[in-house]
């Protein structure tokens, strides 16, 4: 059974940093793509940064210059670097995973259960 498991949410003043981390426990075959997605209060989940294919990032506008998403393959994990945070990135921020469990299964969706990241002073 893959689980996505997150870590490094918490309160911070409007221009610091936080570092998300999330693994993918379990055995699985590989990855296709890790990331994060966030919900605010009130509005839907929307993509913050993701990497496809180990190599290919790709970022929300609202957080571009400001966020910086990496992975370690041999982990199966995957980071967000949040700098110049502000108010409106409060939100639960979730991990996700598009892969493969086995070589010969289909792709799936896997989600974290979220982390709160509140920015306020």
């Known amino acids: 059974q893959v689980q996505l498991v997150e870590s490094g949410g918490g309160l911070v003043q409007p221009g610091g940093s936080l570092r998300l981390s999330c693994v993918a426990s379990?055995?699985?075959?590989?990855?296709?793509?890790m990331g994060w997605y966030r919900q605010a209060p009130g509005l839907e989940r929307e993509l913050v940064a993701i990497?496809?294919?180990?190599?290919?990032?790709n970022y929300a506008d609202s957080v571009k210059g400001r966020f910086f998403i990496s992975s370690n393959n041999a982990k199966n994990a995957v980071y967000l670097q949040m700098d110049s945070l502000k108010p409106e990135d409060t939100a639960v921020y979730y991990c996700?995973?598009?892969?493969?469990?086995?070589?010969?299964?289909?792709?799936?969706?896997?989600w974290g259960k979220g982390t709160l990241v509140t920015v306020s002073s």
């Open positions: 379990g055995s699985l075959f590989g990855i296709a793509a």
């Open positions: 990497i496809t294919s180990g190599i290919n990032e």
């Open positions: 996700y995973a598009d892969l493969w469990v086995h070589e010969l299964s289909p792709k799936g969706e896997y």
